[in-house]
C-alpha cells in the first residue's frame, strides 16, 4: 500500500477547506449508489449494492431452527461478513506456517459485522432493533426461522459500512420466507411436523427498516472528521503565523 | 436416475452430450485490482482478481530470485452452494483447488521476465454449480490478461464425464455428485499443450481418451470466446486513450 506523502496530504486538505474533494465532489456528496436484487437465485434473498468501486453482495438465506431458551417467541438472526481478497491483496488468509505482514481480513470482518448486529438487532435486551424478530416464529418454543445474513465484499474502495447495511436492507426487503404447514396433532412435547411449501413464499416485513437511521450513523462520522480537519486547519494555520514571527 | 434421457438424449438441464452450458465474461469488474475478470460458465459464476506484479511481501517464500512468485487464493462464498457453508476458506479442498489453479497458470506466465516480484490471483466463487475450477482457470486467464502480465498462450478449462455410458461435456452440480468420473483439463490453447489433467472415480482407458478429448474440445471453444471477449477489451481500451 503506497501512503500519502505530505504535500499530498496539504493537498487534500486544502480542497476539503474550499469544499472540493480529490474526486470532484462536494463534501456532503455521496457517490452513485446502484442497486440489484435477486443476484443469487439460490438464496432467499439478495442483492448486490455498487458504491463507486465498492461493491458488495448481500444474500439471506433462511432455515429452520429451534428458538433460544430465552427467548421462545422470537427467531434468530445472524450475520456475518466476509472480505474477499479480491477487494484487498491484504484480506488474504495468513498461511498456517508462514508469518505474513496483512493480518488477513479477520479483524475487519468481525468489526462490521459486529456494528450491523448491533445497528439491525439492536442492544442486548432487543430494544432499538430494526427487524422484527417475532415475525420469524413458527412454533412457540419449538421452531423458528434462522434467517442467515451474508455480507461479502467484492471490491472495496471507502465505505463498507454504508454499501454492506444498504445491500442488507435490500437483500432483507427482496426475501421470501416460505410459507409453512405445522400440523397440530403433535404432542406437546413432540417436535411437530412443519411442512416447508415450495411454492409459496411470504415478503420478509422490512417496514420497520429504517435506512436513514444507519446512514446517519455514517454522516456523524463525516461530520466530526470536518470539526477535525477544521482543527487542523486552524492548528496549521495558527503554527505558521507564529513560524512567521 | 436418468442423466442422459434415452428417447431424446437430453441432459437433465436440456443439453446435448456435447453442449457446453451458456458462457459469459466480463474485464475489469474489480476496479482496485491490476486485473479482474468475471466469468460465468451456465449458473456457475466466478470473479478472478490479480494483484501484481508487485514487491514481494514475504522474502521467506522465495524459492528463485530469477523469476516471479506466482500466489492463489481460492475462495468460495457462503452463499455459492445450494447448502450454506461454514468456513469457506482454509478447508482442504479450497487448498487444493488453490494450488491446482497455481500450477496452471505458472506454466503459462513467463515468471522470468519478472524476477523479484510477485503476482497474486484471487478467486472468489459468487455462485458453484459444478465446474468451478475450470471457471476460475478461464476467469484467471482473463485477469491475468487485463493485468498486462506476459503468458506464454490463453490457458481455458473445461471439464467432461462420463454417465449412462455417454460422454458429457461441461457437468453442471447434478452431474457432478452423480459420482461418475469426472476429468478436468486445463491446455494452453494456440501451443495444444496440456497443463492440467484431473479425474475422480474410474475409467476405463478407451473411453478416458473419447472424455479427454471432447474436454479439450471444449476447451477449445472456449479459447475462442476468451479471444474474443479480449479483442473486444483493446477495441473499447483504444477508443477511451482517442
Known amino acids: 500500500m503506497v501512503g500519502l506523502s505530505e504535500g499530498e496530504k496539504h493537498f487534500i486538505r486544502g480542497g476539503i477547506a474550499q469544499d472540493i474533494r480529490t474526486d470532484g465532489r462536494k463534501r456532503l456528496q455521496f457517490r452513485a449508489l446502484s ?6 437465485p439460490q438464496a432467499n434473498g439478495s442483492a448486490r449494492v455498487r458504491l463507486g468501486a465498492t461493491e458488495i453482495i448481500a444474500s439471506v438465506k433462511a432455515e429452520l431452527g429451534k428458538p433460544s431458551i430465552l427467548h421462545p417467541d422470537k427467531g434468530k438472526v445472524s450475520i456475518f461478513v466476509d472480505c474477499s481478497p479480491t477487494a484487498e491483496p491484504t484480506f488474504e488468509a495468513p498461511f498456517q506456517d508462514v508469518l505474513i505482514p496483512g493480518r488477513g481480513s479477520e479483524e475487519l470482518s468481525t468489526e462490521l459485522a459486529v456494528a450491523l448486529q448491533r445497528c439491525l438487532l439492536g442492544g442486548k435486551s432487543g430494544a432499538g432493533a430494526a427487524i422484527d424478530l417475532s415475525s420469524l416464529i413458527v412454533v412457540d418454543g419449538k421452531v423458528c426461522w434462522d434467517l442467515y445474513i451474508d455480507g461479502l465484499v467484492v471490491s472495496s474502495d471507502g465505505n463498507l459500512l454504508d454499501a454492506l447495511a444498504a445491500a442488507i436492507k435490500v437483500a432483507l426487503s427482496d426475501t421470501g420466507i416460505p410459507k409453512v404447514n405445522v400440523s397440530l396433532s403433535a404432542a406437546n412435547d413432540e417436535e411437530p411436523e412443519v411442512d416447508v411449501s415450495d411454492e409459496e413464499f ?4 422490512t417496514s420497520r427498516l429504517d435506512p436513514s437511521v444507519i446512514f446517519d450513523m455514517i454522516s456523524v462520522a463525516k461530520h466530526v472528521s470536518q470539526q477535525f480537519i477544521g482543527v487542523l486547519d486552524s492548528e496549521i494555520a495558527a503554527a505558521e503565523a507564529e513560524a512567521d514571527e | 436416475m436418468e442423466y442422459v434421457n434415452p428417447l431424446t438424449g437430453f441432459r437433465v438441464d436440456g443439453r446435448r452430450p456435447n453442449e457446453m452450458r451458456q458462457l459469459k465474461a466480463e474485464v475489469g469488474v474489480v476496479a482496485r485490482a491490476d486485473g479482474s475478470a468475471l466469468f460465468e460458465m451456465g449458473n456457475t459464476r466466478v470473479i478472478a482478481a490479480v494483484y501484481g506484479p508487485r514487491e514481494i511481501q514475504n522474502k521467506g517464500q522465495q524459492v528463485n530470485n530469477k523469476e516471479a512468485l506466482v500466489r492463489c487464493e481460492y475462495r468460495m462464498a457462503e452463499f455459492s452452494t445450494g447448502d450454506r457453508r461454514r468456513k469457506p476458506k482454509g478447508d482442504r479442498r ?26 497474486d490471483i484471487f478467486v472468489q466463487v459468487l455462485q458453484a454449480d459444478g465446474g468451478t475450477r475450470s471457471a476460475c482457470i478461464n476467469a484467471a486467464t ?8 506476459p503468458m506464454r498462450d490463453i490457458v481455458t478449462s473445461c471439464s467432461a464425464g462420463y454417465l449412462c ?7 453442471n452440480y447434478v452431474e457432478d455428485s452423480a459420482g461418475g468420473p469426472d476429468v478436468t483439463v486445463g491446455i494452453l490453447a494456440k501451443m495444444d499443450k496440456v497443463t492440467l489433467l484431473q479425474m475422480d472415480a474410474k475409467l476405463p482407458m478407451d473411453t478416458f481418451e473419447s472424455v479427454m478429448g471432447l474436454a479439450i474440445e471444449g476447451c477449445k471453444a472456449i479459447a475462442t470466446y476468451i479471444r474474443e471477449v479480449l479483442l473486444e477489451n483493446t477495441k473499447r481500451l483504444e477508443c477511451q486513450r482517442g
Do not use: N, Y
Not at chain 1, 442497486?35 to 443469487?40: A, S
Not at chain 1, 411470504?202 to 416485513?205: I, N, T
Not at chain 2, 488453490?98 to 513467463?110: C, D, N, P, Y
Not at chain 2, 482473463?142 to 502480465?149: E, R, S, V
Open chain 2, 142 to 149: 482473463l485477469a491475468l490478461a487485463d493485468a498486462g502480465i
Open chain 1, 202 to 205: 411470504l415478503q420478509f416485513d
Open chain 2, 94 to 119: 479450497s487448498t487444493e483447488i488453490s494450488l491446482v489453479i497455481r500450477q496452471t497458470m505458472e506454466a503459462s506466465i513467463l515468471k522470468d521476465l519478472m524476477p523479484c516480484s510477485q503476482i
Open chain 1, 35 to 40: 442497486v440489484e436484487t435477486g443476484v443469487i
Open chain 2, 165 to 171: 455410458s455417454t460422454p458429457l461435456l461441461d457437468l
